[in-house]
């Protein structure tokens, strides 16, 4: 099991640090390893859930080499008649990553943890350990307190812009860790931003849900860039509004109809179709709450937008 799961964040890597280890994902298996803080070497490796048979050849030669061996059940992976209702391929998947493995996981494994009093219970005869779900630095409030979003919230008749501001949201989200963005995008457009990290891509919406949605959700900064297509020659401006109703700070293309609408520094900014720019302004606003809380007055007022 990687370090990039709800059950690794909650479960394993403070039950890690707990025993005084460094948490560490192998890259050459995929399997999670607490080293030893001053040698740095793994004493203990975590099967997780799932196991392919490369992944066992490493076990054992981890065993062989003094290695504590652990393996990890969040689920009940090990009894096929608890899996009925389940998706087919869900029931595949623990069958051939999990269930077909039973004997020589449990073999290889010199203790079983296990995630709550059921499975503690069902599987005794195994003698596991029942690990507390805690908080861990990848969970923590302080990140929360610190995120900012930003949200671009097109339509499907706005492909030239998503595929315009992709470049320009890897380049922020890899200048900026504490920035996440929101994009809502049919299932064509989400393809494009799948890779990218702390991006949800929602999907498209009515506009009674979408109302219903954003006056629910606030946002720190709202995109609206308008590539140069005869289309976009006709948009209006009801991003201004749309934007300044979940209290985000809008950045607009410098072009009619916001050109009309927006002042510079004041109640938003206006920018060149510049990828760079956009990079800069986005990454600026972002490290700046002062700013933009003066800025989303103006725009309340302008666009008459009630607190």
Known sequence: MSQNTPSADYLL?????????????????GLLQGLDPNHHQPVLTVIGRYVNAQQLRHL???????????????????????????????????????????????????????????????????RPHVVTAQP??????????????????????????????????????????????????????????????????????????YLAYTQSRSADIGLAPLSPTLFNAARGAVKCMDYTRMNAVGIYTNVPPYRDHVRHGSNGLLLPHNHAVWVQAISDLAHNKAQRLQMLAEAKSSFSVED
Request: aromatic share 14%; with cysteine.
């Open 13 to 29: 890597l403070p039950k890690l640090n707990a025993l005084g280890l460094n948490a560490h994902t192998d890259e050459a298996t």
């Open 60 to 126: 054992s030669a981890y065993k062989r080499q003094g290695c504590k061996l652990v393996y990890f059940m969040d689920d009940d992976l090990l009894d096929p008649s608890t899996w009925v209702g389940l998706p087919w391929r869900y029931r595949w998947k623990l069958f051939r990553w999990a269930y077909v493995y039973k004997r020589q996981l449990l073999a290889l494994a010199d203790e079983v943890w296990v995630s709550t009093p059921y499975l503690q219970n069902k599987y005794a005869h195994l």
């Open 136 to 209: 861990s630095p990848h969970t923590s409030q302080g990140q929360h307190d610190s995120a900012v979003l930003v949200c671009y919230h097109g339509t499907a008749s706005h492909q030239a812009d998503f595929k315009w501001l992709l470049p320009v949201m890897q380049e922020v989200l890899q200048r900026n860790p504490q920035v996440h963005f929101e994009l809502f995008a049919d299932k064509q457009i989400a393809s494009l931003f799948r890779q990218l990290p702390r991006t949800a891509v929602l999907h498209p919406m009515s506009w009674p849900q």
